[in-house]
């Protein structure tokens, strides 16, 4: 059993306001596999399966074939480097931290160079703050936070044309340093939306200590 918030005038709940529920683990069978789609970075497949409660029923699930990396780059000003760029399968814009996939990488080297790609800076500092899997519902997709200080904006020509080119390729069309208390506004002004983000900045903060 665990412990959960009990309904307002639950006549079992505690006096901190908790009631105790039953809650079971469930155990999925999965009777049979059928690969449906596959492509350099994602794969599909459906899933003939019995359910926790013994309901037979198919599960489609998408497999991440590589880790994707998140960074919260921060000025020492405590501004956040963001990106807005059009998100193809929303049809909108988004403003997000620089992420990406690892492409089978070195995990802190593929921040790395997603940082450098994505927003035209390095960092000297670079630690990783969490991991987190996007939409596990119907999602096999781990992703690594890291948190990068002691930025430093290119500085060679190449450099620069490099990080201009990637952006472009991404549909990158700004760069912004956000100062870290504008971001709530943001997030309640429905500018910021992507859940990975709101995720990644929720790592920084703890691993700040400014929870």
């Not at 620069?160 to 002004?189: C, H, Y």
Request: charged residues 25%.
């Amino acid at each position: 059993m665990r412990k959960v918030p009990a309904p307002r005038g639950d006549a079992t709940a505690g006096a901190v306001g908790y009631g105790l529920v039953m809650t079971h683990s469930g155990c999925w069978t999965t009777r049979s596999s059928t690969p449906k789609y596959t492509n350099p970075w994602i794969s599909v497949r459906e899933d003939a399966v019995v359910r926790p409660d013994g309901v037979e029923g198919v599960y489609g699930v998408v497999t991440m074939r590589n880790p994707a990396v998140f960074v919260v780059a921060m000025t020492d000003e405590d501004e956040v480097l963001m990106v807005s760029l059009y998100r193809y399968p929303t049809q909108a814009m988004s403003l997000e931290v620089p992420a990406g996939g690892s492409d089978g990488e070195n995990l802190m080297l593929a921040a790395q160079r997603e940082l450098a790609e994505e927003t035209g800076y390095t960092a000297r500092e670079w630690r990783e703050i969490g991991r987190m899997n996007a939409l596990n519902g119907v999602c096999d997709a781990p992703e690594h936070v890291f948190l990068a200080t002691g930025l430093q904006a290119a500085a060679s020509v190449e450099d620069v044309e490099r990080a201009a080119r990637e952006q472009k390729a991404e549909g990158i069309s700004a760069v912004r340093a956000v100062p870290w208390r504008d971001l709530t506004r943001l997030v309640a002004d429905g500018e910021i939306t992507d859940g990975e983000t709101l995720a990644a900045l929720m790592f920084a903060a703890a691993a700040l200590g400014w929870l």
